[in-house]
């Protein structure tokens, strides 16, 4: 009360007005989302496995009648991305930019598509600064200006999740039900999207086994609901493989098998990286944190960015992993983030308060700081096959031969016959009586150490397209061979 009997004026505080213009802010968060997906989105050259979204997309979805052969019931998946990006193609034609436009959108709607349920369980501060971390996130804007599957892959598996734990919070068959059918489309996008359903289950079991208070609603029919699609696929998986010798859903899955690239260590080493070490450690505390206080929604949201990760350290003993196999976890770990700057916000009073915004800017300084280098020095994290092929072409004559790591990608810069370098014979009885051209990519490309002895022997090293990143070199050499006159 003032002296005079007046009202003291409220002063509106900062929750007050994060929920009043929350739409306000989200849609500017938005809108740099769109400014860093859509920059230079062209630019970059294809690498390998965006040929491969090419040869898929032309051979299976470039025309409508194509399209319908190739989804159920004739085949298992629905690959929702690997469509749009066949649709863009078919409409746009076949470009750097059209066949990345369908995963650009994609990454752009998944702001406001992580915003809304975040919102709806944790309030609408956690899910601006979620919003806001997943915008400027690095590895998000990369997969995002790739005409690959993972950014798709990441919005179903992350809705799938969600979708589930509404239904066990609130007992919801349907939700349920929502949730498996989500978690087809991301499975439809990859299989590895199986990496993500066990953290339905032992977040269940946590639940039964630890003193955390249960939801109030919580019945045996749940578990019933999440098993029985588990135990459908597992009986058409062992009448596939009895009755028609092959794996319905698993054909491939012995190309990885046995196939071990990295170690444990260098494979969370590499996941730290690209998610970020800063959040990596305050998702881990903040995930510890919550769970050791027995919240709930925490805990499922812990379980989602961590048991993924142990899981894939654990396979990379005995299969072919990668990074990027996880990348569906960094959601929940920007979730977890923004949760520790909520914590520290509600527990600080006064000047105290400027340690979470401080925490708040050093989160987006470090990835602003990274997607400098990824639009400025880092040729969007790929290898220069366009400008590689581009300076061939212009320095080599018809009847050269052409040898790369990847020729699938020559034959489509190119448009001539491209071989592969694991073709060529170092061991050869005499030399080639014609100019032969050796591109090679450092990042994915494998040479056997007896032809690079020959190319260092026999060969001049004609030019280097640089990119490194901090992890590695992305490198493109290219060496002729010129016969003695």
Request: net charge neutral.
């Amino acid at each position: 009360m003032m002296a005079g009997g007046g009202q003291v004026e409220q002063q509106p505080t900062a929750d007050g007005l994060l929920h009043k213009y929350h739409w306000l802010l989200l849609a500017g968060i938005t809108l740099l989302a769109i400014v860093l997906r859509f920059y230079k989105l062209g630019e970059w050259s294809f690498w390998i496995d965006e040929i491969f979204t090419i040869g898929r997309a032309s051979a299976h979805y470039s025309s409508l009648e194509l399209a319908l052969r190739n989804i159920p019931p004739h085949t298992n998946w629905v690959p929702v991305s690997l469509l749009l990006i066949s649709g863009a193609m078919n409409t746009l034609g076949t470009s750097e930019w059209s066949v990345r436009l369908a995963p650009a959108i994609i990454g752009v709607l998944t702001i406001p598509i992580l915003y809304l349920p975040t919102r709806k369980i944790f309030g609408s501060g956690v899910a601006l600064i979620s919003a806001l971390l997943l915008a400027v996130s690095p590895w998000h804007i990369m997969w995002s200006q790739n005409g690959r599957f993972y950014v798709a892959l990441m919005l179903f598996s992350f809705l799938a999740l969600i979708t589930l734990y509404f239904g066990i919070e609130r007992n919801r068959p349907s939700y349920l039900i929502v949730g498996l059918l989500l978690f087809y489309l991301a499975l439809s996008e990859r299989t590895i999207a199986g990496l993500l359903l066990p953290v339905v289950f032992v977040y269940l079991i946590i639940l039964v086994l630890l003193p955390i208070p249960l939801p109030q609603r919580l019945s045996y029919r749940i578990f019933f609901i999440l098993v029985l699609p588990v135990i459908g696929g597992v009986v058409v998986e062992a009448h596939s493989l009895l009755f028609n010798s092959y794996s319905r859903f698993f054909g491939d899955f012995d190309v990885f098998v046995g196939q071990i690239n990295q170690s444990p260590v260098r494979l969370l080493a590499s996941i730290v990286w690209r998610l970020g070490l800063a959040t990596v450690i305050l998702g881990t505390v903040a995930g510890l944190y919550l769970s050791l206080k027995k919240q709930r929604a925490g805990l499922f949201v812990f379980m989602g960015a961590a048991l993924p990760v142990v899981t894939i350290c654990v396979m990379s003993l005995f299969l072919f992993t990668v990074d990027r196999y996880v990348f569906a976890t960094l959601p929940f770990w920007l979730i977890l983030c923004a949760l520790a700057i909520q914590q520290l916000w509600e527990k600080l009073n006064g000047l105290e308060k400027l340690w979470p915004i401080g925490l708040l800017i050093l989160l987006v300084t470090l990835s602003m700081g990274e997607n400098w280098l990824y639009f400025s020095d880092q040729n969007g994290g790929r290898p220069q096959w366009r400008e590689a092929l581009a300076y061939v072409g212009e320095q080599s004559s018809p009847e050269d031969l052409i040898y790369a790591t990847w020729p699938e990608v020559g034959h489509y810069y190119l448009s001539d016959d491209v071989l592969n370098i694991s073709n060529f014979d170092p061991t050869m009885p005499t030399l080639p009586d014609h100019p032969v051209w050796f591109v090679l990519d450092e990042s994915t490309g494998w040479v056997a150490p007896a032809t690079q002895h020959w190319l260092d022997t026999h060969t001049e090293l004609k030019q280097i397209f640089i990119v490194r990143l901090p992890s590695k070199s992305m490198d493109m050499r290219i060496y002729l061979y010129t016969p003695p006159n």
